[in-house]
């Protein structure tokens, strides 16, 4: 089956710099790459996903690439905040099918 | 607010008991899944289903059980709880849509704000 490996596993960034967080994926039939924000106490909050028919998308602040040769994606945030701080999980699936996540990265920006 | 809905919020019960964990999803979706949530593991899909029928396993354990109704509400079933099954539970819903080819495009799940099981 599919596995997911996430790094860094703990993040810390200074107020207004860059954090970026890098996933890699096994199975290269895998074509949708979805990544949650979790804060404490709370559910998966989708932040931004892609589909493995482009190379990047961006929302806001938000960005992410997928290299399908390498079978990797990866998060970007610019600009950090300090409500950025939480859980970070990256995914992948096949179509209609269940996500297997990453092991998550635990981001801090720090004021 | 994801519009997925689950209780209880919390659930506190001992060992070799049974509880019963109630998942709605958002209004239109199809798709149920759950997924569990430990320390040690992370998050984990158990189980998927489609207009009330199951249509994918993941690593569930025999003990545990699910079901969708009709109304698409769906329920996840813990019996001869242990203490390993502490853990949050987690279910997200989601629907088909069709991509610009015309092909099925893979669904985006949206996730409920969890059960978190405790077994003393």
């Known amino acids: 089956g599919e596995n997911v490996e996430q790094h860094p596993s703990t993040l810390s960034v200074q107020e207004g710099d860059s954090a970026v967080i890098k996933c890699t994926y096994s199975?290269?039939?895998?074509?949708?790459f979805p990544w949650y924000k979790q804060e404490l106490g709370k559910g998966p909050q989708l932040i931004i996903d892609?589909?493995?028919?482009?190379g990047e998308k961006k929302d806001q602040r938000i960005a992410v690439t997928l290299n399908k040769t390498a079978k990797h994606f990866s998060l970007h945030i610019t600009e950090t905040q300090p409500e950025d701080s939480a859980v970070y999980f990256c995914?992948?699936?096949?179509?209609?099918?269940?996500?297997?996540f990453g092991s998550g990265t635990q981001l801090t920006v720090l004021p | 607010d994801s519009g997925v809905t689950q209780t209880p919020k919390h659930l506190i019960t001992a060992t070799g008991q049974r509880v019963t964990l109630r998942c709605s999803p958002r209004?239109?979706?199809?798709?149920v899944y759950w997924y569990q949530q430990s320390l040690d593991q992370g998050l984990q899909f158990l189980i998927q289903?489609?207009?009330?029928?199951?249509?994918a396993k993941g690593n569930i354990l025999e003990r545990f059980s699910a079901q969708q109704f009709p109304d698409l509400h769906s329920e996840l079933n813990l019996s001869s709880l242990e203490l390993g099954d502490s853990a949050l539970y987690f279910c997200?819903?989601?629907?088909?849509?069709?991509?610009?080819?015309?092909?099925?495009?893979?669904?985006?799940?949206?996730f409920g704000p969890g059960t978190r099981l405790t077994v003393l």
């Open positions: 997200a819903s989601s629907s088909p849509s069709r991509a610009s080819g015309g092909g099925l495009r893979t669904d985006t799940q949206y």
């Open positions: 199975d290269s039939a895998s074509n949708y």
């Open positions: 892609i589909r493995s028919n482009v």
């Open positions: 995914a992948a699936s096949k179509t209609a099918r269940q996500l297997t």
């Open positions: 209004s239109g979706d199809l798709s």
């Open positions: 289903y489609y207009n009330g029928e199951e249509r």
